[in-house]
């Protein structure tokens, strides 16, 4: 079964933002956006411009340019301040030479940043729905805005950008599970069924352990699928008030158990005053990952500390929002930045061992956005605990 129109936008707006981050010149984000694009919208040729160091800048893709890559246009001496179809048409009709062919059909896609066009997208020929277009214009516009800021400030990205920046690519990703999700558990389907029905009446030894092992695999699969789905689109949080004190002490008294090998030393500083208001259960999912992540993270002797605690949080807009704090840290295996970078993105393949793997930071980061609240990795873990890593989650009160 093919591939929807929504999970392919999904993919391609994913790859977009693995590609574009970080965002290090106008040159290579063009190159970036005129490619998934063209990629994604099936049109004939495709012509992307922006404004961007107070110079409107152009790329090309099509027929008339066949080895692709970018031609940037320095063709405005007073710079713009926004991007127009006007100004795009204008410059593109400069850089293609079969104007009467291959301008017959155009479709504009503005890309626009808090109502202002920072860029665009001509797209020529016949080109699909462009209402699935939406999900990559607001990317294009955004990757173009933190370039913006990355020309202002280009030794280092302000927090709340790359916190930004981060949530649009986890964003992307569950878009892409969604729609992907649905076509792979077809085929896989398929497989496990059709391999359970051989075993039924396959009596050689050899041949049984085969289709065992293919079922087994496409069950394994299948069940990978489920968590990227419910990653991509979990439940709605069912909230009540409860006290969150008294689950993390359940929870990190049964992983403990759990991981009797290990000489585990817990240090907690809870406030059993605290009511938060929120899904129990979700919670719980919470406190769960983030307790056995750093449990993994230890050798066999190791330090852990869990805090909750109430906190002041400056929002992005500078009012001082009440929230409720939950903290844990480690003295296990570190990470490096790049690391540290994705430690959200589910099944990362660059993570060292016993961090994150899997869907489980991926879901607590997901259950954070549903409850409107945050979760970040420190660089350093807590005091008297020179390595390792520390997990700060903030809850709305």
């Known amino acids: 079964m093919p591939m929807t129109e929504s999970a392919n936008q999904s993919i391609v707006a994913l790859q977009l933002v693995q590609r574009a981050l970080p965002v290090s010149s106008a040159d290579a984000l063009l190159e970036y956006l005129v490619d998934s694009w063209l990629q994604s919208s099936g049109a004939s040729a495709c012509h992307v411009s922006l404004v961007a160091n107070q110079k409107l800048l152009s790329a090309f893709a099509g027929p008339a340019c066949p080895n692709y890559p970018r031609l940037s246009q320095e063709l405005i001496d007073a710079a713009p301040h926004e991007w127009s179809a006007t100004l795009a048409s204008s410059v593109l009709t400069s850089v293609v030479d079969s104007k009467a062919e291959i301008l017959t059909s155009v479709t504009v896609v503005p890309f626009e940043f808090d109502g202002q066009s920072l860029g665009g997208a001509l797209l020529l020929g016949n080109v699909g729905d462009t209402e699935a277009f939406a999900t990559l214009a607001t990317i294009s516009a955004q990757l173009i805005e933190q370039l913006h800021k990355a020309a202002t400030s280009p030794a280092q990205l302000d927090p709340a ?117 929120a899904d129990r259960e ?62 959200f993105d589910p099944f990362y393949s660059g993570r060292q061992a016993g961090r994150g793997l899997g869907f489980g930071l991926s879901k607590c980061w997901r259950i954070l956005r549903l409850h409107d609240g945050t979760i970040e990795a420190g660089a350093k873990s807590a005091e008297n605990m020179e390595d390792g890593l520390t997990i700060t989650t903030l809850w709305p009160a």
Not at 229 to 248: G, K, L, S
């Open 161 to 277: 950008s790359e916190t930004r920046l981060r949530d649009l690519k986890l964003e992307a990703m569950a878009e892409f599970a969604a729609g992907a999700g649905h076509e792979i558990n077809n085929p896989v389907a398929t497989i496990a069924g059709r391999s359970a029905l051989l075993l039924k009446t396959e009596t050689d030894p050899e041949r049984r352990r085969i289709l065992e092992t293919i079922g087994g695999q496409a069950y394994r699969i299948r069940d990978m699928i489920g968590d990227a789905m419910t990653y991509a689109r979990p439940p709605e949080p069912v909230t009540e008030q409860f006290c969150p004190a008294t689950d993390i002490l359940q929870i990190s008294e049964s992983l403990q158990q759990q991981f009797a090998d290990k000489n585990a030393t817990f240090k907690s500083s809870l406030d059993n005053t605290i009511k938060l208001t």
């Open 282 to 343: 979700q919670f719980r999912v919470v406190a769960s990952c983030l307790i056995k992540n750093s449990l993994e993270a230890i050798s066999d002797e190791g330090n852990i500390r869990v805090e909750l605690i109430r906190s002041n949080y400056n929002s992005d807009k500078a009012s001082t929002e009440s929230h409720i704090c939950f903290t844990i840290s480690d003295n296990g295996v570190g990470l490096s930045e790049t690391e540290r970078e994705h430690l």
